[in-house]
Nanobody, 126 residues
Framework: QLRLVESGGGLVEPGGSLRLSCAAS????????VGWWRQAPGKEREGVSRMSRNGKGIIYGASVEGRFTSYRDNAKNMVYLQMNSLRPEDTAIYYC???????????????????WGQGIQVTVSS
């Protein structure tokens, strides 16, 4: 019943921007921490960000910190990933994921997440 659906992906030029959306249904997203992950062909899934339940504690992977921003709109039961200064290396399938449990320390750990979206393609190319 719990479901996450990503949208907003597509093709963008290097240096451009894109905003991904993650819509939740079957549960209230405000009671979950939300992570963004990405996976390029032949590579392991990489942690992009993790946002705490209240939206105030956010960590980012080193490769995206300073360029990407994650934020919530609880009224819409949605989470967003604003991606700026995009590079070809950012090309991947992007996933949002939800974690219902309290965590002592923020971390990018793939096993923390119970519910995953289907993923959406982001391609950065001239």
């Amino acid at each position: 019943q719990l479901r996450l659906v990503e949208s907003g992906g597509g093709l963008v030029e290097p240096g451009g921007s894109l905003r991904l959306s993650c819509a939740a249904s079957g549960f209230s997203l405000e009671t979950y921490a939300v992570g963004w992950w990405r996976q390029a062909p032949g590579k392991e899934r990489e942690g992009v960000s993790r946002m705490s339940r209240n939206g105030k504690g956010i960590i980012y992977g080193a490769s995206v910190e300073g360029r990407f921003t994650s934020y919530r709109d609880n009224a819409k039961n949605m989470v967003y990933l604003q991606m700026n200064s995009l590079r070809p290396e950012d090309t991947a399938i992007y996933y949002c994921a939800a974690d219902p449990r309290a965590r002592l320390k923020p971390r990018l750990m793939i096993g923390d997440y119970d519910t995953w979206g289907q993923g959406i393609q982001v391609t950065v190319s001239s």
